[in-house]
């Protein structure tokens, strides 16, 4: 019976010593992400933190965000566009002038403005234009009134 105990007494050890371990673990993986924030944060508000690679289950630390040339970060690494997708959107269906459906809308979005833009957003802004009487909808396709077509200037100011 002597080995029996024997046992018993050293699954006990070992499990302390993993209940240990795990507490550890534990401290130490809530210091890391207190470390990440802060280091988050002074980048955020411009502090200069120096660059430390911190490799975390096999992935590369991250970098600062993209920032844009108006001083802006951008999400994804992607740069803010000159022209915001409202007035990009006007411009879009002022193109075409026979009336431009809403991929057409997206393509000229992408070729003209390098805009990656979801559909919902697109439709948002179409609709809040068409709202406000600075687009018609007429069989799928958007048109501006013609109040608008008779005055350019209006579009471009």
Avoid: C
């Avoid at 502090?47 to 001083?71: F, L, S």
């Avoid at 997708?85 to 992408?110: K, N, P």
């Avoid at 948002?124 to 958007?142: C, K, S, Y």
């Amino acid at each position: 019976m002597a080995t029996v105990d024997e046992i018993g007494q050293e699954k006990q050890r070992i499990s302390e010593r993993l209940a240990r371990l795990d507490a550890e673990r534990t401290k130490l993986g809530d210091q890391l992400n207190e470390l990440e924030i802060a280091e988050r944060v002074l980048t955020r508000f411009g502090g200069k933190t120096d660059t430390i690679e911190i490799r975390r289950r096999g992935r590369p630390a991250r970098t600062a965000p993209a920032v844009a040339a108006g001083g802006r970060k951008a999400r994804g690494g992607q740069q803010t566009p000159s022209v915001s997708l409202s007035d990009a959107t006007l411009r879009a269906v002022q193109a075409h002038g026979e009336g431009a459906t809403a991929s057409d809308v997206l393509t000229y979005l992408s070729r003209e403005f390098g805009m990656t833009v979801r559909p919902n957003h697109r439709g948002i802004a179409l609709q809040r234009h068409r709202r406000a009487g600075r687009l018609e909808n007429r069989d799928q396709r958007w048109y501006l009134p013609h109040s608008a077509q008779s005055e350019p200037s209006a579009m471009t100011a």
